[in-house]
């Protein structure tokens, strides 16, 4: 019993790993998985909603000093822009090689692309054997035909 519980959880944590790693990422990492896409995303914040110090110079734009018209200490700095950029994962079709959201024959001819260059591409394996050969074109020209 303790065993399999040990399983579940073993398989859980993989699977979360596998699927969940772009919205952990920074910048960086984001950048350099192709798997991930890097979002810049703003949003208007101001000072005065911050009500502790720590909070307030978190911000990196307001400082926390005493306001004697409030007769306490207060959030000064006015407005500002959050960076509230992430990291999102790109919804990938298998076979879709140049990402235009169509498999057509451009893809094909990518795949021949790769298989000349001795090149790996993880959208062009189609049956994931992380060898891209003459059966992932053909399996994409099956995906065209519908077949
Ligand atoms: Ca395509
Ligand atoms: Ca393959």
Known sequence: MVKKYKIIILTITLLSTLLCQCDEY??????????????????????????????????GHCWWSWDASEWQDTCSGGAFQLDIS?????????????????????DVIEVANLIQNNSYN??????????????????????????
């Open 26 to 59: 920074e910048q960086f990492q984001c950048e350099n998985d192709e798997l991930c896409n890097w979002v810049n995303d703003y949003e208007w914040a101001n000072c005065s909603s911050y009500n502790n110090s720590q909070d307030c110079y978190a911000t």
């Open 86 to 106: 992430y990291c999102e994962e790109i919804d990938f079709q298998l076979g879709d090689i140049n990402n235009d959201f169509i498999i057509n024959v451009l």
């Open 122 to 147: 993880q959208f062009a394996d189609i049956n994931n054997d992380f060898i891209i050969n003459v059966l992932d074109a053909i399996l994409i020209i099956n995906i065209i035909l519908g077949r």
